[in-house]
């Protein structure tokens, strides 16, 4: 029996539940989950304090999630990276996305919160659109951050998918912690973009 009561999230990771300390589920996942959080706290007192503040409830959500395995976990995890995809591309456009449709997306994603790729199909998407917003960008040290961002989202998503299509050949190389490494390297790198 674990910890947390018995798993019930839509997607299962590649770390084996329990293996390095009987109260946090997936371990590696996890700690580098709290990454989010040091990426944000140089942030909270600029003009980007909303996304900070919001990468924090990524990080705590990101924790929830891998140390219970649970699917309160999984919503806050979720919800706060499509939130927080949302407040970026608000900052990066001039012409503001309207709340309604942040609060279409929060309705959308809790009416099929437990079919996962409902999910990763409005993650993808609001990536490419902050990828896309990000193409005019002219100055050099903001095409470096700029392609940082790009670049590390990219190497994230591949280790990503390998962690949840290959476990079994390569589970004891934690990959989707690294996901939140090089995602937690670009955030920084966009956040840093979007403070100038």
């Known amino acids: 029996m674990s910890f947390w009561g018995e798993k019930d999230t839509s997607i299962t990771f590649c770390e084996k539940p329990y293996n390095k300390n009987m109260f946090i589920a997936e371990f590696y996942n996890t700690i580098s989950g709290s990454l989010y959080i ?8 600029t003009k980007i304090n909303d996304i900070a503040i919001c990468s924090i409830f990524l990080g705590l959500g990101t924790m ?5 395995q649970r699917i309160y976990g999984q ?5 706060s990276m499509l ?5 970026i591309l608000n900052k990066i456009n001039s012409i503001k996305y309207p709340k ?7 309705f959308t994603y809790l009416q099929n919160y ?3 790729i409902y999910f990763v199909s409005m993650f993808t998407v609001k990536i490419f659109f902050i990828i896309y917003e990000c193409r005019n960008i002219k100055n050099k040290k903001e095409k470096y951050k700029r392609n940082i961002f790009i670049s590390s ?18 589970v004891m190389y934690h990959l989707h912690a690294f996901w939140h490494l090089f995602t937690s390297i670009g955030l ?3 956040l840093s973009l979007l403070k100038d």
């Open 38 to 45: 040091f990426v944000a706290i140089p942030f909270l007192k």
């Open 64 to 68: 929830l999630l891998h140390m219970t």
């Open 75 to 79: 919503i806050c995890d979720e919800l």
């Open 83 to 87: 939130c927080l995809c949302y407040l």
């Open 100 to 106: 309604k449709i942040l609060f279409l997306i929060i």
């Open 114 to 116: 437990m079919n996962f």
């Open 153 to 170: 989202m990219g190497i994230g998503t591949f280790l990503w998918l390998l962690d949840q299509h290959y476990c079994n050949y390569i």
């Open 188 to 190: 920084l790198s966009g």
